[in-house]
């Protein structure tokens, strides 16, 4: 069965500084690859995937990520952020079946 | 296209009381979710349906049960609700099996 872990629960950041949520997963085949966003009181909306091809993904709102098969991760960048970047961020995996696995979350505070 | 609905929005029970959360799609989604979010747990699955006619146990389905009316609706039971299943409960559908999944708003429950 695969699992993903967010290394950090809590990220703070000031506006228009860089940011970097770390995901791993560990799972021994092929897995697909997603960071979804929660804003305050609303449902998750997906930030971008990764499925095959390019490891470099771009998402929405200039998020980007990364896939590191050697070291099973799937970092989400976004080079200057904005207060409407707060909200939780979750990592999620897939092995090809119906089912996606969570992260913990991580919440991002954006501070003027 | 209203997405993926939930109702209803906010729910206070006693313990034992029943109740069911319905979920409707209109995207023609193949499979439909079940979630729970729980703080600091992120979100872990209850039941799934991968198509039509069928369903399946996810993570934690104890206590619940689920029905998968039509292609378009997928209803989560409480039987008898204790207060460990005070949470937040999303509905998700996606097309196919590795395919985004879309999330509704979400169903605040508290089990008194």
């Known amino acids: 069965a695969q699992s993903v872990t967010q290394l950090d629960s809590q990220v703070p950041v000031f506006e228009e500084a860089p940011v970097e949520l770390r995901c791993n997963y560990s799972?021994?085949?092929?897995?697909?690859l997603f960071w979804y966003v929660q804003y305050p009181n609303q449902g998750l909306q997906l930030l971008l995937k990764?499925?095959?091809?390019?490891?470099l993904v771009k998402g929405i709102n200039g998020f980007e990520a990364e896939f590191n098969k050697s070291q099973t991760s799937f970092h989400l960048r976004k080079p200057s952020v904005h207060i409407s970047d707060t909200a939780e961020y979750f990592c999620?995996?897939?092995?090809?079946?119906?089912?996606?696995?969570f992260g913990a979350g991580t919440t991002v505070t954006v501070r003027a | 296209n209203a997405g993926v609905t939930q109702t209803p929005k906010f729910q206070v029970l006693k313990t034992g009381q029943s109740m069911t959360l319905q979920c409707a799609q209109d995207?023609?989604?193949?499979?439909m979710y079940w979630y729970r979010q729980d703080p600091g747990m992120g979100l872990r699955l209850i039941y799934y349906?991968?198509?039509?006619?069928?369903?399946d146990k996810g993570e934690v389905p104890n206590g619940y049960n689920v029905s998968r009316l039509n292609k378009r609706e997928f209803s989560l039971r409480l039987e008898s609700a204790a207060p460990s299943q005070t949470s937040v409960y999303f509905c998700?559908?996606?097309?196919?099996?590795?395919?985004?999944?879309?999330f509704g708003p979400g169903t605040r429950l508290l089990v008194l």
């Open positions: 799972s021994s085949v092929s897995v697909y």
């Open positions: 990764y499925l095959s091809g390019s490891t």
């Open positions: 349906s991968a198509s039509e006619g069928t369903t």
């Open positions: 998700a559908s996606t097309k196919d099996r590795g395919e985004t999944q879309y």
């Open positions: 999620a995996v897939s092995v090809n079946d119906y089912k996606l696995s």
């Open positions: 995207m023609n989604h193949n499979s």
